[in-house]
């Protein structure tokens, strides 16, 4: 330990209180951080990197035991008063939800005011002033102060926390996931702000996440968390160049860059699994006294899309696209207010969900039936497809599960095993078509790795079309092999996977999304990518780069190119595709 | 929050109308004779009659249905009271102020018991002292309120006569002077409130405790201690507030629960409020009564639940302002 | 659909604590007591005795004292319990069943059914439950069957609500979505999917109205429109002995503790398997 160290953490384990029995959380973790240097500490979920930074805060939950020894420079903490009193004033901290970590009945400035003043500042002007302030230092304006937590958009709300944060004036800024929860675009933009003001400041900073590319442009050093130890603790370059931990090279070699994407498949026989022309969403919006839909919300807006058998196309769009309704509408869980949908060729009905398209969630936990075994719910799913012969055990198989899991229920399930028994019960109803909703977005880099490829495997060998959605192109184009991207409800673009995108909103959603080995990117806009879109025109042009005043004038039509790719864009088929 | 207000004023409205009917309807459709208690074995089948035909009881149910209804609404009438030949709404204009003061004096204690004991609770959860908390709690309102109200005038009127035993004042009151008045209105009413308002405090106190302690353990009151904010802030002005939040609906719901509870203390104690001349009308089969006094409970709880909806419209942010959930 | 942390149920049961197992035991003792009173007292509960007899204080013959009439309070309070369990359990079976069909059928069916039954349910849940019970009970003969139906009858509207509110919740859930997916019937939906997860809160509200079902059937009695003699009820007990408040406490004391502490029972049980059955995991604390 020497002497600069800001904050030595040394053979650090902490037990915590589980629902069934202690869990040992951290098992003997040391880990230093020096002023001004930004820390990465990336590690999958249950590896303990959240509990790292409670840690240090002193505000695990009443019933955990800590053991070893945390010293700020040189002082110990020990968890008592001293050690809260630090709190806001020497080491700040970010969470991952700004929504739930607000007052949602105080204003924000009044929360902001209220910080300030638990620093020492009296009340009245001198405080108030320091509060705008630090709403300016975050790139929000600073009448903002005014309004309620449930008035902000996402990034707003986060750069409210990183303020709140900043009121003590910390040397040491905690962030756990502070960018998880929001799209790419707005990501990049908070993320900047992070950066710029943690340089300009000479903030030290632990940066906690679970996404290494994001680490690798942002950190001046990387620690990799594995079961409550450091297996890797170094340099960023250094460790991303030449990783000394087996776990930190599988971590990179399951990173979606670093597979190839997809080919183009040869079209298969038979009707495409899914055909959809001209579907529309639409919700009522509740307005007025008798609840009377004054005004529609149009979700999804006249959307064609063909799916063939065997095939995977990707559906990438950010919050708000869409996607989900579209989803919801495809498996007739939400009504389609407009179009005609076909499922193997065959018409169905608005509104009733069909067994033939099948939905995996994003959250296997919650969308496997707590009280239900795992075995249950697989032939609960055969028994509705009326397959008599197959039994639960091949299904698990195929899923690359052992058969005694059929007994137990999915919470004694890792989530990727959850994730796998859902697909095992889709499966098992014999859809023609997969919609896959964000299925591996809660889970590990290396098990996501593996889902992918048991889809792949299992879609090559049965023929079903899958239909994945998400907001990670890279991913995408590992997976799939058509890319269709949704801006504000409708497809601004298709391509196949190996192509270059060429509309400027999905090179705008490349440039955004981090990459490791490449710098991080640089957000002109930092606001811009939260506010609503135009009445009149094309509704990216405010954001677009390339727009020019017809574009704000007259809407864009999705045209056909010679190579099958859909665009809407008239100012990229102008300029015949470069810019 | 005009649309808030609109909304739950025309839910309120139609609510009172839906259970006048309910009130005409149960009683004519209970087994039973609502004319009974003018009807002697001895009388003939024509006399039976008559009697029906003055009561109003032969005519076909939906012009008996529209009379009362019409009674009610237009002219504010509920019929007239066969113990006392009065008019019902005159019996009650009497017994609700009483019953009033009961219940809001009640209210008030059983208020600020629940909240200090809530809280408190709520602070020491997990330490002993808290767990006999919670117990002792839990055998306060398992406690018989008219038994507990007997046993507190077996211990506090006849055996130590500090109390009087029942009554609203003492008979010889309008001898009093005033200040002395209020005094001895006051010293009658110190058993049934504390019958009323404590009992059931104990009740909303583990109510609020959990409340809180659900708070105590979310995401915001953890960000709030990240930002160095002193305990005493997080847990009074932010854990609270948030806390008690739902519970200003509480308000709504313990009303039915509290006149409910009137009645019984008002029969222990020979208060003369709605609930004892409730319950007198039942041993005197004056069914007008009881449809009177039933009918304007309801109505009262349905403005007791209005009033709370629209307090908490006021104090939650998101329903005042509107313009909630951007993604 | 959900994005971001797992809400993860554990739906089994751990075990019950301290204060809960006591509550179990008053809950079975109590039960005992009633069923064997025959046995346990050697005389007839009802017998009237002579002058000499009445209104005895406790004492070696009469561990509990003698009433008005000379009647041993011990045997009838043995007795008396009876009247309260027999009124309770059947009143709240009723109120259970028929607030689980009504709470179930709102809470999955189409909307206007949900629309109709909450009306219903709101309508009674205005009306302070005592006067709606002294309302029905006002036109027609007090008898402790009549009690236990009407309240039975007054008591469904909460259960109604909390199943309702927890089908709802349900119905936006992802295995919910994933088994309407599936293409199943409502009706198997409700018995496969939602009835193993309403059951636990139902079970709960059943054991903490217990109690105060006891309660109010002894108020009733008390007031003359229960138990109609010769059966015996706690409450009538104490309307009997009220007249002697001071003289002859005896007679109102006990019935009373005899009441609080089958309440008390019931209520430790309800609260006991409520905090066993709350899934508490999940509470917003990131695993990681």
Known sequence: MSARDLLALESLAVVLEGPTGPVRALRGLDLRLSPGEVTALVGVSGSGKTVTGLTILGLLPGGAAVSGRMTWRGEVLAGDSAHRARLGREIGMIFQDPGACLDPVWTVGAQLVETVRAGGIPAGAVAEARAASLLEEVHLPADLGGRYPHQLSGGQKQRVMLALALAGDPDLLIADEPTTALDVTIQAGVLDTLRSVVRRRGMAMLFITHDLSLAGGFADRLAVIHEGRLVEDGPAAAVLDAPAHERTRRLLASLPENSPPRKPSAPAAGPPALSVAALRVEYARRRGLWRQGRGVRTAVRDVDLVVGAGESVALVGESGCGKTSLALALTGHVLRTGGDLRLGGAHRPPGTPSREAQLIFQDAGAALDPRQTCGAAVAEAAAAAGDARSSVEDFLADVGLEPDLATRRPHQLSGGQRQRVALARALAARPRLLVADEPTASLDVAMQARIVELLKTLQDDRGWGLLWITHDLPLARSICHRIVVMYHGEIVEAFPAGARPMHPYTRELVAMTPVLGAPPPVVDDVVGADADPPDAGCAFAPRCRFADPMCGRAKPSLTEEADGRLIRCPVVLRNGGTH | ?327 | MSRGGTRIDPGFPGRLDTASRWGLGLVLLVAALSVCAGWLTPTDPGAVGGAETHLLAPCPEHPLGTDVLGRDVLGRLLHGGRASLAVAWLSVLLAVALGTTVGLAAGIGPAWLDRVLMTATDVFLAFPRIFLILLLVAVTRPSLLLVAVVIGATGWMSVARLVRAEALALRGRDFVLAARGLELTSLRLAWRHFLPHVAPLVLVAATLRLGNAVLLESFLSYLGLGAQEPLISWGAMIEHGQGHLLDAWWLTAFPGLAITLTVVSYNLLGDGIRDLLDPRVGSGRRDG
């Open chain 2, 1 to 327: 929050m005009t649309a808030y207000v609109l909304r739950r004023l025309a839910g309120a409205a139609l609510l009172v109308l839906a259970l006048l009917t309910a009130v005409f309807f149960l009683v004519r459709l209970a087994p039973g004779d609502p004319a009974a208690r003018h009807l002697d074995p001895d009388m003939g089948s024509q006399q039976r009659e008559q009697v029906r035909a003055r009561l109003g009881l032969d005519a076909p149910l939906h012009v008996q249905y529209g009379r009362w209804m019409g009674g009610v609404l237009l002219r504010g009438d509920l019929g007239r009271s066969l113990q006392y030949h009065r008019p019902v709404t005159s019996l009650l204009a009497d017994a609700i102020p009483n019953t009033l003061l009961l219940t809001v004096s009640a209210y008030a204690v059983h208020l600020g018991l629940a909240l200090w004991g809530g809280v408190w609770m709520a602070r020491r959860r997990g330490t002993r002292a808290e767990r006999g908390a919670t117990v002792a709690a839990l055998a306060v309102y398992s406690l018989p309120a008219f038994w507990l109200g007997l046993m507190l005038i077996l211990v506090f009127s006849r055996a130590l006569g500090w109390l009087p035993a029942g009554g609203l004042h003492a008979p010889d009151a309008e001898l009093l002077s005033g200040p002395a008045r209020v005094w001895d209105t006051i010293r009658h009413m110190v058993l049934p409130v504390t019958v009323l308002g404590v009992a059931s405090a104990a009740g909303t106190a583990r109510y609020l405790r959990s409340s809180l302690i659900e708070v105590l353990d979310s995401d915001f009151i953890l960000a709030a201690r990240a930002r160095g904010l002193s305990e005493r802030a997080v847990v009074w002005r932010h854990a609270v507030r948030n806390a008690l939040l739902p519970a200003v609906t509480l308000v709504g719901l313990n009303l039915p629960f509290l006149l409910g509870g009137a009645v019984v203390t008002e029969t222990v104690f020979a208060w003369p409020g709605m609930g004892r001349l409730a319950v007198d009308a039942i041993f005197a089969r004056d069914y007008p009564v009881i449809m009177g006094a039933t009918a304007v409970s309801a109505v009262m709880v349905v403005l007791g639940n209005l009033l709370a909806d629209l307090a908490y419209g006021r104090v939650d942010p998101r329903i005042r302002l509107g313009g909630g959930g951007r993604p």
